[in-house]
Structures are given as structure tokens and as C-alpha cells.
């Protein structure tokens, strides 16, 4: 219902969410139940990660590389930092790992509420490519840093930077090679499998089981799922048939829709013992802390971009030259405003530990609950309701690079559709020329070239497809044309090819 209200009057589900999650914690005399700590990353971050890594375009974070590692590396350090000053600052008994802790869980945004706005308007396409590959690599700087300060406060702060580094080098090209090693192994089984149910299931299986197999032998779920992800969406998809994509997409799109349901109505449901737990002098005491906690999160990201921008632009030339147009300061504020926190915060803050190694309760497990919920809800309401109108008083350029990657993508696949027709002199298939040619003279026109009407059905069209379909496939892996494009294609392939085949999905 709240997810429809959000269609109705164009605002970003995860906003009205949020609202939603803070009512279920004002409700009286509510359940409340809490998640495994264990369970929580598990459940949400591994899903999201993967989402990630298929939705991001590898050239695209090329062609950003700079920018995209100043926002999800140093920007993230420095909130890192700054929330944990401040934590300590106005917590004097709060032990540092737990404030690193706090900082980490508050740092990384979340781009499905910005892009949720982003995708109503027409934007330039480098700025919606910084933020989606933002939150592909902030997530796993941020829970790596998390993972470390939570192990050292578990241990009682006995970690040190002589054991700590050599463990961390070990974890993240172990965890890299992993990633590489499980991707090759699930794309033979995606290869070798044929029926769409085993398909889906395979698919959820092989997302935890990587996860789940990292972290028992002592890697980084986080980074082995993205190595494998960004693996798997490479190469994984044109090798799988359209019977089985469209409705695994479908499925899996489904899911984590479920999951962002699902944590904010989790957080609600912590909320309210979590209140009733606190005193009137520790309930002021904690919103206060929570409300300067989301400032800082805030004022870092917006004056590190901003600063960031104005050193660029005194430079006079682009942070990555011959991939990605120049940066400009409306485009600044605009990525600034777009740091909204999301699933993966508040999956991190379920997961802090309930109890040390000792048997005592985890430090302060309460006020990092409250403040993860305040930096999400603060960021995604204030945020997220004010970010379309800013868009629209900026009057950004917004240039159709994608449009005319599809367009141009699907001309070069057509031509190749009809080199494979050559020499076939059958009715079916001088009719599908003619609509090929057709077709690509309808992709040079910018007005009426961003959509195609679905072909007959018959197996010369499958021939025709499967090659349009490699050519794509070559002009994405060659940079010429980028992931969102190669996307589009793919989808438009897809129905192509079900309707030539009659294939049940169902």
C-alpha cells in the first residue's frame, strides 16, 4: 500500500517506507522482535550487493574511477571519522571501535532511493553513473571498516595495526580470488541448467552460499559477492537463455523489493523496546546524539564533494580525461543531496553484536540502532522529498548518451542479424530482412528509435536474434557501449526471442 501511495504521487518508496517503520514504533502495545545479528547481513546486504553489481556498468565506473573512489573511499572514511568524534565527543564512555563502528554503519548511502528520484527526470547520465557505482563500492569500504571495529571492540580493544594489516591484505585478495573462482563455477551451472524454477533457486542458492562460504573459511562476504556479482552479470547473462532471465529478473527484482519492506519493519518493530527501555533524561540524551550524528553525516559528504568539485574545477580539466565530461557545481549539489542511507545501514546496525566475548552486553547496541534509524529516516524524508524539486530548480543539461547507445547498439545488432540471413532465400527470411532494414532505419531517428515493435515468431528469427544478441554482447564488453544501454538491448532481445519461440515462463 505504502509502495503504491509512493507511485501515486511520485516519491521514492524507500521515503515512504521509512515513515512507515517509524509508525509500526509508535504503535502501542506492539511485538517486538529482533533479528539474529548473525543472520542480518546475511539476509539483506548479500541480495543488495549482488542487485548492485548487475545493475552498475563497469565502463561507466571506469570513466568515473576518480570521483567514484573519492565518494565511496574517502568520502566514507571521512564521515567514518567525523561520526565517531562526534559520538565520542558527546559519549565520553563510548570505546572507539564501537564509535568507528557507528560511523561505519552511518556512512555508506544508499542509491535505490536516489535513483528512484533520478529515474523520473532527465538528468546527465555521468551523475546518475557516479551514484549508482558509489553504492556498489561504499557498501564494502564501509562494513569492512565495520567488520574491524566490531571485532575489535568484541576483543576488548586488543587489535593492533602489526595484526590487523596483514589480515586485511590477506581477506581482500582472498576474498577477490574467491569471487573470480565461484563465479566460473556457477556460470557452468548456469550454463548447464534448463529449467526456469531450478533457475531461481540456483540463483538465491548461489548469492548466500557465496556469502555464507566466505565467511566460514574467514574471508569478506562483501567483497567475494561483489567479485562474483560483477563476474556473473559480465558474462553470465548473455549466456543464459531468455526463458530463464526474464522471470529470475522478475523474481529476484521482487525479493529485494521484500527486503526494504521487510527492514523497515524490522527497525519499527526494535524501535519501540528500544524506547521503553530509556529514561526520560537517556531519551533526550540519545535524540540528541542521533540528531547531530545525522548533521555530521550530512555536512561531511556535502562539504567533501563540494570541496572536492572547486579543487577540479580550479584544475580546469576532468577528473578522468577522455571518458567522462567536466564536473560543475550544480552537479556537485545535486551528489551531495543524493547521499540518502538505506537497506544496508540498517542491515548493519542489526548486526552488531548482542554481547562481547565476555558475556557483557555490546556497548551502547541501542543508541547505534536509534542513530542508524534517525541517519535513515532523516536522510531519505528530508532528503528524499526535497530532491526532485532541487533537480527541477537547477536545470541540469541532460544529455540522451544512453538513448543513443541503444540506438546505435541496436542498429550494429540488427546488421548483424542480417549477415546471418545471407544466403537464406526463404519467404520468412525476406521478410525479415525487410523488417530488420526497417529496423535499423528506425534506430537513426532520435524521436521514434527508443522502442520496437515485437517480430513473428518462426526459427529464422531465433538465427537472427542469437546473433544481434552477440553482437551486443561484443559492443558491451568492448566499451562501445555501456551496461544501462547493453540493458535495454538485452530486454528488447529477450521478448524478441519469447515471442519467436512460444517459450512458457510460467
Avoid at 556498468?57 to 568515473?64: A, G
Avoid at 572514511?77 to 568524534?85: E, M, P, S, Y
Avoid at 530509556?278 to 562539504?303: C, H, P
Avoid at 542469437?466 to 535495454?488: M, P
Wanted: hydrophobic share 55%; net charge neutral.
Amino acid at each position: 500500500m505504502l509502495s503504491a501511495l509512493a507511485r501515486r504521487f511520485g516519491l521514492p518508496y524507500p521515503t515512504v517506507l521509512a515513515i512507515g517503520g517509524a509508525a509500526l514504533a509508535l504503535v502501542p502495545n506492539g511485538p517486538g522482535w529482533t533479528l539474529d545479528p548473525h543472520l542480518a547481513l546475511t539476509l539483506f546486504v548479500a541480495p543488495v550487493l549482488l542487485d548492485a553489481a548487475y545493475d552498475s556498468s563497469v565502463r561507466d565506473i571506469k570513466q568515473n574511477w576518480l570521483t567514484v573512489a573519492s565518494l565511496a573511499i574517502v568520502a566514507v572514511g571521512l564521515t567514518t571519522a567525523a561520526v565517531a568524534v562526534v559520538a565520542r565527543l558527546l559519549v565520553p564512555d563510548m570505546p572507539w571501535p564501537v564509535a568507528i563502528a557507528l560511523g561505519a554503519i552511518v556512512a555508506p548511502p544508499d542509491a535505490a532511493a536516489a535513483t528512484a528520484i533520478l529515474r523520473q527526470v532527465r538528468l546527465p547520465h555521468r551523475i546518475v553513473s557516479i551514484l549508482e557505482g558509489e553504492s556498489l563500492i561504499n557498501d564494502a569500504s564501509a562494513l569492512l571498516v565495520y567488520r574491524l571495529a566490531v571485532v575489535a571492540a568484541v576483543s576488548g580493544g586488543t587489535l593492533s595495526a602489526w595484526t590487523v594489516v596483514p589480515t586485511f591484505l590477506l581477506v581482500v585478495v582472498g576474498s577477490v580470488v574467491a569471487g573470480i573462482v565461484l563465479a566460473r563455477v556457477m556460470r557452468f551451472a548456469f550454463g548447464i541448467t534448463q529449467d526456469i524454477s531450478t533457475a531461481i533457486i540456483l540463483t538465491f542458492c548461489s548469492t548466500f552460499g557465496v556469502w555464507i562460504a566466505a565467511e566460514a573459511i574467514g574471508l569478506s562476504g562483501i567483497l567475494t559477492i561483489v567479485t562474483f556479482a560483477v563476474l556473473v552479470a559480465r558474462r553470465g547473462r548473455a549466456e543464459q537463455p531468455a526463458r530463464l532471465r526474464v522471470p529470475t529478473n522478475v523474481v529476484w527484482a521482487t525479493v529485494v523489493f521484500v527486503l526494504n519492506i521487510f527492514a523497515f519493519v524490522l527497525i519499527g518493530l526494535q524501535l519501540r523496546p528500544i524506547w521503553d527501555r530509556l529514561d526520560a533524561g537517556q531519551r533526550e540524551s540519545y535524540i540528541v546524539v542521533a540528531a547531530l550524528v545525522l548533521l555530521t553525516t550530512v555536512v561531511v559528504r556535502f562539504a567533501w564533494v563540494m570541496g572536492y568539485t572547486a579543487l577540479l574545477m580550479l584544475r580546469g580539466r576532468s577528473p578522468n580525461p577522455g571518458g567522462a565530461s567536466s564536473p560543475t557545481l550544480r552537479g556537485a549539489v545535486l551528489v551531495s543531496w543524493a547521499g540518502m542511507r538505506g537497506i544496508v545501514t540498517l542491515a548493519t546496525a542489526f548486526a552488531v553484536p548482542t554481547v562481547l566475548a565476555g558475556g557483557q552486553p555490546f556497548p551502547y547496541r541501542d543508541l547505534i540502532l536509534l542513530c542508524a534509524f534517525a541517519v535513515v529516516f532523516g536522510t531519505l524524508v528530508v532528503q528524499g522529498l526535497t530532491l526532485k524539486p532541487l533537480i527541477s530548480s537547477m536545470h541540469l543539461e541532460a544529455e540522451d548518451s544512453v538513448g543513443r547507445e541503444v540506438r546505435w547498439g541496436r542498429a550494429e545488432s540488427y546488421r548483424a542479424a542480417l549477415v546471418a540471413l545471407d544466403g537464406d532465400t526463404s519467404a520468412e527470411a525476406q521478410r525479415l530482412r525487410v523488417e530488420y532494414e526497417e529496423a535499423i532505419d528506425l534506430s537513426g531517428n532520435d524521436e521514434r528509435g527508443d522502442h520496437m515493435e515485437d517480430l513473428p515468431e518462426n526459427h529464422v528469427r531465433r538465427i537472427a536474434i542469437a546473433a544481434a544478441r552477440r553482437r551486443a554482447d561484443e559492443l558491451r564488453l568492448s566499451g562501445r557501449i555501456g551496461d544501462e544501454a547493453y540493458r535495454a538491448l538485452e530486454t528488447e532481445f529477450d521478448w524478441t526471442e519469447l515471442g519467436a519461440t512460444n517459450a512458457r515462463i510460467i
